[in-house]
């Protein structure tokens, strides 16, 4: 009785760490992030045995944002290199994670993974929630790798010995802009994939049943995410999403009068992937054509130092009221901006230098950074506050520290409009100068927007439909 008291008591304690993480990590990811959508939350249950089946493009940040996103305690599926260092080791347990044990880690790993997997039957039968990374690793490419097979393995072993308890739901991460400070970044929870009816089968042939419920789950994971099945098709997507998402997001808007936060961004670059990939197969040459005339127009826009932003604005020719509004944003906007740069410059310099000394892949950027900023941000900023109050007194300081947050990302997107509209004075100069080189540029992007116009309208009619 005693020892059962005692336990409930420590997972308790381990419960509360967990929303004291949990807490911190969200306040970091809303001043991190420009927005952090969720779409359909309410397909993980409240209560009961739960598995959640993510992908990985973004290292330590993925976690984060599933256990930000859903009410209850996750239990994240975590490489047993991370547990080899106690004070690591402690940190993870506490916060509820499961050591896993992978043969690129150590070969001698097949008894150790036992554990793992009667870990993780022993925490959905006490109703708990899972959440594995069924691809193994972080990559950087836009689409989900083929995943192996433990997902499948632990839903089926669970299943077998409590049929119609589990509940497997695929979730997509999708990143705007992966290195990018205040990008968006969207948090989807699919459909439940059914384990049911996998059942008989596995009693009859496990490894077939495994293989099926895994290509089941895969399926699953891409319809949450922008994926793009070839490899070769990632740049022009991208490309294309550079030049177009925003067309196609004003035309929604104009045609259809929905209003910006109704535009899902994650949508349109699927609609554009598919686009991507009926025309790759059915007009490959009319795609190479396009790919070269974007890289040429690049080329333009890098020989120039400006951006596609500074082009699209001149084509588009903002109205007076417009550019008033914005001239005087900029006037009255400078001194907190130059508020906000000087006392937000080391935290945000800091962080940025060190993801790109010790970031050893792509993946690995943003968590570096997202990690450095938790420690540098309350450093200077506690250092800050101590001189104010030192030198002004404590109402002051707490008046200052209250500025501090909203000062910085005041600054940040100051600084961001700033960068376009330098990029707009250089390419307005460049018309003077070189008026030439600025038609060649404005007529380069005409050209390519026409080109997707008339694709999209081919497409359209092809599939005869929308997926906008």
């Not at 419960?15 to 990811?29: E, N, S």
């Not at 192996?148 to 589990?166: Q, V």
């Not at 008033?324 to 000087?342: E, H, N, S, T």
Request: net charge positive; proline share 6%.
């Amino acid at each position: 009785m005693t020892t059962a008291l005692d336990a409930r008591t420590q997972q308790d304690r381990m419960d509360r760490f967990y929303r004291l993480v949990r807490a911190i990590g969200r306040f970091w990811l809303w001043f991190f992030f420009k927005s952090v959508d969720r779409r359909h939350p309410e397909r993980v249950p409240d209560a009961g045995p739960t598995l959640l089946c993510i992908n990985h493009p973004n290292n330590f940040i993925d976690s984060l944002l599933v256990g930000a996103a859903v009410r209850r305690k996750v239990h994240y599926l975590a490489t047993a290199a991370l547990f080899r260092k106690p004070l690591g080791a402690r940190f993870l347990r506490a916060c509820g994670a499961i050591p896993v044990y992978r043969k690129q880690d150590d070969p001698n790993t097949t008894d150790r993974n036992t554990d793992t997997f009667a870990a993780c039957a022993a925490a959905l039968a006490e109703g708990r929630l899972i959440a594995i990374y069924p691809e193994g690793t972080t990559h950087a490419e836009a689409r989900v790798q083929r995943i192996k097979t433990g997902a499948a393995r632990i839903a089926l072993a669970y299943e077998a010995e409590h049929p119609g308890e589990l509940r497997l739901v695929p979730v997509g991460l999708t990143f705007e802009a992966r290195k990018s400070f205040r990008g968006r970044v969207l948090v989807s929870f699919g459909p439940p994939v059914p384990v049911t009816p996998y059942l008989d089968a596995y009693r009859r042939d496990p490894v077939k049943a495994v293989e099926a419920l895994t290509t089941a789950i895969q399926w699953a994971m891409e319809a949450e995410v922008v994926h793009v099945e070839r490899i070769d098709a990632t740049q022009l997507v991208r490309a294309v999403e550079e030049l177009y998402r925003g067309e196609l997001a004003r035309e929604l808007q104009e045609e259809r009068g929905l209003p910006p936060r109704q535009i899902d961004p994650i949508r349109l670059s699927r609609a554009i992937v598919d686009a991507v990939s009926h025309f790759k197969a059915h007009d490959p040459e009319r795609v190479e054509r396009l790919w070269q005339r974007i890289q040429g127009y690049r080329a333009l826009l890098a020989e120039h130092h400006i951006k596609d932003e500074a082009v699209r604005a001149r084509l588009e020719l903002p109205r007076r009221a417009q550019r008033i509004r914005l001239g005087w944003q900029a006037v009255a906007g400078f001194p907190l901006f130059a508020f906000g740069a000087c006392v937000n410059f080391l935290p945000y310099w800091i962080p940025r230098w060190t993801a790109r000394r010790m970031a050893r892949k792509e993946t690995d950027y943003a968590t570096w950074r997202f990690l450095a900023s938790v420690v540098a941000y309350p450093l200077f900023w506690g250092i800050e506050i101590w001189l104010v109050a030192w030198l002004l007194g404590a109402a002051w300081a707490l008046a200052f520290a209250l500025a501090l947050p909203l000062s910085g990302i005041v600054a940040y997107r100051y600084w961001v409009g700033a960068g376009r509209l330098t990029s707009r004075l250089r390419l307005n100069l460049l018309a003077l100068t070189r008026e030439h080189a600025a038609r060649r540029l404005t007529a380069e992007r005409q050209a390519i927007i026409g080109e997707l116009e008339r694709a999209k309208t081919e497409y359209l009619a092809a599939t005869k439909g929308s997926p906008f």
